[in-house]
């Protein structure tokens, strides 16, 4: 499987929704959360060239003050990364390793997901992984 990924000398830390991650330093974040979650990933709907936009974050970087949305097939993972957003797409997919196994993406998510490939995928936020209910 080693081949998928660039050719990296160490691992980073990374935070995705409070939980730390080591992970191949000179990747994109989704060929980062494909080596968290070998078993998921591969079977998301992802596009992996920033059409379809299921795999935008938010992304707070070590030296910037706020975050921001991101298509992590297009991001290099760095070190300190805080992603503290996931489309459904990816939520979906790192559930297990996230620890959230009651995960349940609401309905209005799912039919924003579904929608035209052209417009955004909407994030989910860890308020909305805790209480599925919250809007």
Excluded: H
């Excluded at 299921?54 to 992590?72: G, H, K």
């Excluded at 297009?74 to 990364?81: A, L, Q, R, Y």
């Amino acid at each position: 499987m080693s081949e998928v990924f660039r050719p990296y000398e160490k691992l980073v830390e990374i935070t995705i929704m409070g939980k730390t991650f080591l992970v191949p330093e000179k990747n994109s974040l989704l060929r980062a959360f494909q080596f968290i979650s070998p078993e998921t990933i591969p079977y998301g709907r992802f596009c992996w060239n920033q059409d379809c936009q299921y795999c935008r974050v938010n992304c707070q970087l070590s030296d910037e003050d706020s975050a921001r949305p991101i298509l992590s097939c297009k991001f290099i993972v760095s070190e300190g990364m805080n992603i503290s957003d996931l489309a459904p797409e990816l939520i979906g997919c790192l559930r297990t390793k996230l620890g959230q196994s009651g995960i349940s993406v609401p309905s209005s998510a799912q039919a924003s997901t579904a929608s035209s490939a052209s417009s955004s995928a909407p994030l989910l936020s860890q308020n909305s992984i805790d209480d599925p209910n919250a809007p």
